[in-house]
T-cell receptor
């Protein structure tokens, strides 16, 4: 596709359930990032992939959060046993090499009720 | 530890005038800086970037200035237009690693 695609665009889940968020980066981009933005807050870094490996996962807030990337393309962010504080917009971005500008998807708005 | 700071949460300017958005950073290892614009319910949109080997980069109405000694960068928009009203984020990276973002500045351009 022409841009970064994220799905679903909106997700409402019950507290304690697991959720999977998907990101399709721009074709050929080796670097992929996950961020989240809580209400009234800035962009919080979660994890960075270069190819299929994650040299920086220091932003994952707890062991309930995990992410993988396969084939150097699609990435999935999984949140287990969701909590209300997990409610946020989860943003994915990709860049050609990681030292160039990153392009963002539209985000997934996660609401935990 | 907030390594990238935007101290002004909001800025209001008149249409046609210059908008100046400021950003300060603390990590001297940052070597690449970017500005993004974000509308509500959309992902951030890349605007302009600058490498640490430069002190100015211009693209149409947008100019980014970098002062490495002061660890300060700014985005100038001239002339400002009502469609520029959005939240502006500055970001920095250290040799191709993660982007670290500031908290954002809400720009309002009044007609």
């Amino acid at each position: 596709g022409a841009g970064v695609s994220q799905s679903p665009s909106n997700k409402v889940t019950e507290k304690g359930k697991d959720v999977e968020l998907r990101c399709d980066p721009i074709s050929g981009h080796t670097a992929l990032y996950w961020y989240r933005q809580s209400l009234g807050q800035g962009l919080e870094f979660l994890i960075y992939f270069q190819g299929n490996s994650a040299p920086d996962k220091s932003g994952l807030p707890s062991d309930r959060f995990s992410a993988e990337r396969t084939g150097g393309s699609v990435s999935t962010l999984t949140i287990q046993r969701t909590q209300q504080e997990d409610s946020a917009v989860y943003l994915c971005a990709s860049s050609l090499r990681g030292d160039t500008e990153a392009f963002f998807g539209q985000g997934t708005r996660l609401t935990v009720v | 530890d907030q390594q990238v700071k935007q101290n002004s949460p909001s800025l209001s300017v008149q249409e046609g005038r210059i908008s100046i958005l400021n950003c300060d950073y603390t990590n001297s290892m940052f070597d690449y800086f970017l500005w993004y614009k974000k509308y509500p319910a959309e992902g951030p949109t890349f605007l302009i970037s600058i490498s640490s080997i430069k002190d100015k980069n211009e693209d149409g109405r947008f100019t980014v200035f970098l002062n490495k000694s002061a660890k300060h960068l700014s985005l100038h928009i001239v002339p400002s237009q009502p469609g520029d009203s959005a939240v502006y984020f500055c970001a920095a990276s250290d040799r191709g690693s993660r982007l670290t973002f500031g908290e954002g500045t809400q720009l309002t351009v009044n007609p």
